[in-house]
């Protein structure tokens, strides 16, 4: 017997039965990217390690030690994308996209991570992506976040806190990261071995440990909140007001920060009390320094990103109610010509009737067990055709829902006596 061959470690299927949880999420993502304006943006999957190096950071767990990073035949250095971010900085920049315009970009898609994995994170695993380039002060800001608490309300999405904080610019957060570094230099035999890492390249990132010997030492550091520009603190002053006035409530936490250092200014993220440890649904923030660094002009820009898994989690633990697209008809048929003509008959029916959803049982079968498939499949209504049905010119409609029933009905009254029956 062939040996079967198991799949990737963290690279889950996603199969017929979770599908509708994924559709109902990208719909509605789409559906409210629509009502603000935001188009769509296709990236590749594969980039230049380099580009991940450069925007991300090199102290970083994803630089670190999660990226898929490989030599092609030609010995160039390329990565899985981890994040989409960068990607999409890239290919805005590439495609002259940035040149006193302004745009709102969204995209979805894989990542990959090689993250121990767990539920609800995964190795390869989906993101949604907005981001918007241009447009420098707090309304964008606020849009962002805006957009994302309509997008948790067409979800039917409760149960989230949405938490904000100011990182300042790259100047005041140099002053800031000094400070830190001084700060746990006096503590680094408290240090974990990734904590005296991140010391030398990025002490912010300390603030992210999730070692729970290391959170009255962190509780304890100074706050960048005293380290704020003039110009950031006014900013962030007029993002509170936009959601004051929008209604949207939000918790000022001022330990959250962005692991990724191309962030400044906004960051924020939606939490939920629903999913246990794993409790981050969606983060983003203003980046308006990566378009610089990856070598275009200097643009201000701003976005987030979503963890679809997570959110298919989190509407599950909330019985988020959703319903499968399941066939409207069952075509069952008997005979040696039906099979043939009924093909023909449900092509005939889906042009007259666009809507409809319609799945023929094929490769035969007794009635019993055509009628087994037919209930199994979910469709409201089977039609039978068979050779009486063919002589006649006629199909045989029974209901396979409620009180049942059924009746003979002529080929020119289908679509009307379907149309009845299930609605258009």
């Known amino acids: 017997m062939t040996q079967t061959i198991a ?28 009502r603000y304006g935001y188009r769509e943006i296709r990236v590749p999957i594969l980039e230049r390690t380099s580009l991940f190096k450069r925007a991300i950071g090199e102290y970083t767990d994803i630089v670190e030690k999660e ?80 957009l994302s608490a309509r997008l948790w309300g067409e979800l039917g999405i409760s149960r989230v806190t949405l938490e904000i904080n100011s990182l300042g610019t790259v100047e005041s957060r140099t002053v800031y990261r000094d400070a830190l570094r001084e700060y746990f230099s006096a503590h680094e035999g408290s240090l974990d071995a990734d904590s005296r890492r991140r010391l030398v390249g990025n002490p912010l990132r300390i603030l992210d440990s999730k070692n729970p010997a290391l959170a009255e030492l962190i509780a304890a550091a100074p706050t960048l909140e005293d380290f704020l520009d003039v110009q950031s603190r006014e900013h962030f002053e007029g993002l509170k007001m936009r959601l004051d006035m929008a209604g949207v409530p939000y918790v000022v936490n001022r330990r959250l920060v962005r692991g990724l250092d191309y962030y400044s200014r906004t960051v924020f993220e939606w939490t939920t009390d629903a999913l246990g440890s794993q409790n981050a649904i969606c983060s983003g923030g203003r980046y308006d320094g990566l378009v610089g660094l990856l070598g275009g002009s200097p643009t201000p820009a701003i976005g987030w990103a979503l963890g679809v898994e997570r959110i298919v989690l989190l509407m599950q633990a909330l019985e988020v109610p959703v319903s499968a697209e399941v066939p409207h008809v069952y075509l069952v048929m008997s005979g040696s010509e039906a099979p043939a003509y009924g093909l023909g008959l449900a092509e005939k029916l889906r042009s007259q009737l666009p809507w409809i959803r319609i799945e023929s049982d094929l490769g035969g079968g007794s009635f019993k067990a055509q009628f087994k498939r037919a209930d199994r499949s979910g469709a409201a209504v089977a039609l039978v055709l068979g050779p009486d049905e063919l002589a006649k010119g006629a199909v045989v409609l029974k209901l396979l829902r409620g009180a049942g029933g059924q009746d003979e009905c002529s080929l020119p009254d289908l679509p009307a006596r379907l149309t009845a029956l299930v609605g258009g």
């Open 7 to 34: 799949p990737l470690r963290g690279m889950n299927d996603v199969l017929p039965e979770e599908a509708p949880w994924w559709q109902l999420i990208e719909a509605a993502a789409r559906r409210v990217f629509a």
């Open 67 to 146: 990226m898929f990073t490989f030599e092609d035949r030609d010995g160039d250095s390329l990565t899985l994308r981890p994040e989409a971010t960068a990607a999409i900085v890239r290919a805005a920049i590439s495609n002259g996209m940035l040149h006193n315009q302004r745009h709102r970009l969204f995209t979805m898609g894989p990542m990959f991570r090689g993250e121990r994995p767990q539920k609800g994170r995964y190795r390869q695993f989906y993101q949604i992506d907005a981001e918007a380039f241009g447009y420098d002060g707090p309304d964008i800001d606020a849009e962002l976040i805006l």
